[in-house]
Structure formats: C-alpha cells, structure tokens
C-alpha cells in the first residue's frame, strides 16, 4: 500500500533552516507528481509547493518563494524540502503527498520560535 512518512522536522530559530524528508514506498514514486503541504494551528492546510515526475518543474506558494527548495531524487524514493531563512509563520505540521489518489503522510511538526 502506499505509504508516505516524512522526517526532519523540529524546533529552529528564525533565520534558520531544516530540511524535510518524505520516503515512499508502495508505488513506483518516478511516475508521480508530489507536494508539499502544511497547516499551521488554527489555519486550514495550504499548498507549500509541488514537483513534477522529474523534477525540472517546480512550484511553490507565494509565501515560501524564494525561501523553500522542492526536490527529489526517484533512485531513492525519496521527496525533500529545504526550508532557509525560516519564520515564526512558517511554523505548522507539514505533509508530503502524493497528488494522484490523495494520499498522506502523517505530517512532522516543524516550530520556529526563539
């Protein structure tokens, strides 16, 4: 079955950075296009960004321009976020996805506080 789990979440101070894993196993990760999504307490969820099968083509919420880095590497099934110069807004539980068929991964908390 397709399973999602992402990693690399924490506590970092503003201005910082993290980088955010996703592993996938159970499909044939290539063929798919992925995001990335987060929900800040209160908030509903949001698009972060997404990225297409072979990573040439990428695109990314207004408020992460410039700032955040999707990325994937199919040889290890495995979808990254790079998040610079973080903020305190920036803090949520955020998913990896896989756009076809709608599935989750169960989100890591990332906190940007002083």
């Known amino acids: 079955q397709v399973q999602l789990v992402e990693s690399g979440g924490g506590l970092v101070q503003p201005g910082g950075s993290l980088r955010l894993s996703c592993a996938a196993s159970g499909f044939t990760f290539r063929y798919y296009v992925m995001s990335w999504y987060r929900q800040a307490p209160g908030k509903e969820r949001e698009l972060v960004g997404q990225?297409?099968?072979?990573?040439?083509?990428?695109e990314y919420a207004n408020a992460v321009k410039g700032r955040f880095t999707i990325s994937r590497d199919n040889a290890k099934n495995t979808m990254y976020l790079q998040m610079n110069s973080l903020k305190a807004e920036d803090t949520a539980v955020y998913f990896c996805?896989?756009?076809?068929?709608?599935?989750w991964g169960q989100g890591t908390q990332v906190t940007v506080s002083s």
């Open positions: 990225i297409d099968v072979s990573g040439g083509r990428r």
């Open positions: 996805v896989r756009n076809e068929g709608n599935y």
